[in-house]
């Protein structure tokens, strides 16, 4: 690990996350949807965007699939945002921008594109429309194509959910040595804010080995809060809700807003309270 992927340095607004592993299934859009509405229930004006074509996160605040046109594929391809791409949701101060079907052919069309890597980056620096939000959370697909490279070249800060299950620590070192060269190539802010473990079972002794592997092999990388297996954040998507909405007082509610209270604390973020305090 680099020494110069700083924890915890002070950001200017907006602070941007990107939730990425290139592995499926251990979490990401579940984290990135639920640490957004986390934060935006504090009060911190957010944005999600939905850099995945399967659009989860999307179906996850309760966009259908037919109502999703300017949508990320627009933002990445013209760099527009027009009033119809970033759109309310039903969490109080937390603002969407969907992925839609055409996203899924964004990594093609990329690839002839001038500094095709700078493509989300520009379009968010261009407009004044994003600046009015203190976080901007990045929802990455599986793997490390043009999509989730954008994703890397825009943000601040990292967030890497780990899944507590055989095999979870593969293909971590792959991910750090991308974060790395995309730090020293395109973005020098960039650096790693923190490895979440998720789905974890506390029945299972095979959750608790992989915790300690990751505690032992990563330090302080590691988020103190653990994301448990729960059925309560299964079931949230389908109602079109965050799990800290649908059931606040679940095990996996409560674990999200944990972790939007140590995100909070290691990117110094000023929640409204606080900048009143400072202003």
Known sequence: MSPNLILGAIITTPL??????????VGKTTTAVNLAAALAIAGLPVLLIDMDPQGNASTGLGVSRSDRSGGTYMLLMDGESDSQAIRSTSVPNLSLITSDMDLAGAEVELVTMQRRE??????????????????????????????????LVAATGVIVPLQCEFFALEGISSLMHTIEAVRRRFNARLRLS????????????????????????????VFDVVIPRNIRVSEAPSHGLPVIVYDPKSQGAMAYNALAEEVVKKEKILIPQQVSAHE
């Open 194 to 221: 923190g490895i979440l473990l998720t789905m974890s079972d506390r029945r299972n002794s095979l959750s608790g080995l992989v915790e300690q592997d990751a505690r032992n092999h990563f330090g302080d990388w």
């Open 118 to 151: 700078f493509r989300l980056k520009n379009a968010l620096a261009s407009q004044a429309a994003f600046q009015a939000y203190r976080v901007i959370v990045l929802d990455c697909p599986p793997g490390l194509g043009l999509l989730t490279l954008n994703a």
């Open 16 to 25: 941007i996350l990107a939730v990425a592993n290139q592995k499926g299934g």
